[in-house]
């Protein structure tokens, strides 16, 4: 079945990096686009970035430009975002999800909590 | 960016009542709109997709309908699995945005 499982969430002080990854099985991961989507506590949803299925296309939410990077190692069929100056307003439940046209499934997310 | 507004941002409804959830978008995205339900402390599951179509395995009670800038989300027939917060999001063009969410309460 398919599944998306990510990891490398915790706790990181403000201005600090921490990368992000979404190990996935049950489906070719060569042929999705992948998306990371996250949700601050008690907040809607905010889609953060897109990487196309060969990784040559990328593309990312205004407020993350330039401080996130998305990636992908199709080889290893796993999703990474690279989150580089962090702040307390980054803290969040960050999902990988899949999708082509349009977002059809979730993982479970993984906690970041930006705090000194 | 396309800003996306859901309306109400909550409601109260009773078992087996009909439901609508209205979403509008700030600028014309054809039928590229899409609809997931999450439950508290649960990831987002995908229910609709181009504005009408039905994500493998969601059952029909969930239908959309809507195209240009104003889209509707409706639950004919409202069970208790049925009662978590409802989002949609625009996947007309990047960066993709999301409706503030509505959260479906029991009365």
């Known amino acids: 079945q398919v599944q998306l499982v990510e990891s490398g969430g915790g706790v990181v002080q403000p201005g600090r990096s921490l990368k992000l990854f979404c190990a996935a099985s049950?489906?070719?991961?060569?042929?999705?686009?992948m998306h990371w989507v996250r949700q601050a506590p008690g907040e809607g949803l905010e889609w953060v970035a897109v990487?196309?299925?060969?990784?040559?296309?990328?593309y990312y939410a205004d407020s993350e430009k330039g401080r996130f990077t998305i990636s992908r190692d199709n080889s290893k069929n796993t999703l990474y975002l690279q989150m580089a100056s962090l702040t307390t307003e980054d803290t969040a439940v960050y999902y990988c999800a899949r999708g082509v046209a349009t977002i059809d499934f979730w993982g479970q997310g993984t906690l970041v909590t930006v705090s000194s | 960016d396309i800003q996306m507004t859901q309306s109400p941002s909550s409601l109260s409804a009773s078992v087996g009542d009909r439901v609508t959830i209205t979403c509008r978008a700030s600028?014309?995205?054809?039928?590229?709109l899409a609809w997931f339900q999450q439950k508290p402390g649960k990831a987002p599951k995908s229910l609709i997709y181009?504005?009408?179509s039905l994500q493998s395995g969601v059952p029909s009670k969930f239908s959309g309908s809507g195209s240009g800038t104003d889209f509707n989300l409706t639950i004919s027939s409202l069970q208790p699995e049925d009662f978590a917060t409802y989002s949609c999001q625009q996947h007309y063009s990047y960066p993709w945005t999301f409706g503030q969410g509505t959260k479906v309460e029991i009365k």
């Open positions: 600028q014309g995205i054809s039928n590229f």
């Open positions: 990487v196309s299925y060969d990784g040559s296309n990328k």
């Open positions: 049950g489906f070719t991961f060569s042929n999705y686009d």
């Open positions: 181009a504005a009408s």
